[in-house]
């Protein structure tokens, strides 16, 4: 299934969080990935091409998360937290699909900076409604959706 819920589709209501993600996270990529290579290795950002090191950057935030959830969703945290997962992730949505849509996201941010800060706040309000108003996470899916 392409879209749907969590648990049996490739794509949920999640993939616009990812997609925020990775606009915040890309652009601290970019700006980390500089400093690193301004301060410690002297190389001016016309001498390299330095999308590879931000595209390892943010993959590697998103397969972080990405262990963490998944940890959570099988109980780790206790049932409360296993309950507002609601279910376990499809595979092909963790491992394929979420770091994609932060490879996008991490893109937009680096040719449209002026979208970065009403992406972080949009992923702020996303994640106070999911977490402190919806019973779980699957709400807004399965309320639109049923």
């Known amino acids: 299934m392409i879209w749907g819920l969590k648990t049996v589709a490739i794509f949920d209501f999640w993939t616009f969080e990812h997609f925020l993600s990775g606009i915040s996270i890309g652009?601290?990529?970019i700006r980390?990935?500089?400093?690193i290579f301004k301060k410690q290795f002297h190389i001016n950002k016309e001498d390299i091409k330095t999308s590879f090191f931000h595209i390892i950057?943010?993959?590697f935030a998103a397969y972080?998360?990405?262990?963490?959830?998944?940890y959570l969703e099988i109980g780790i945290a206790g049932y409360t937290v296993e309950y507002w997962f609601q279910g376990v992730e499809y595979w092909a949505n963790r491992i394929i699909a979420d770091p994609l849509v932060m490879i996008a996201g991490y893109y937009i941010a680096k040719t449209q900076p002026s979208l970065v800060n009403p992406a972080r706040f949009m992923s702020i309000l996303w994640l106070f409604f999911h977490i402190f108003v919806f019973p779980h996470s699957m709400y807004l899916h399965e309320l639109l959706w049923k």
């Open 32 to 35: 980390c990935n500089w400093k």
């Open 57 to 59: 950057l943010v993959l």
């Open 27 to 29: 652009t601290i990529a």
């Open 64 to 70: 972080l998360w990405e262990t963490v959830e998944h």
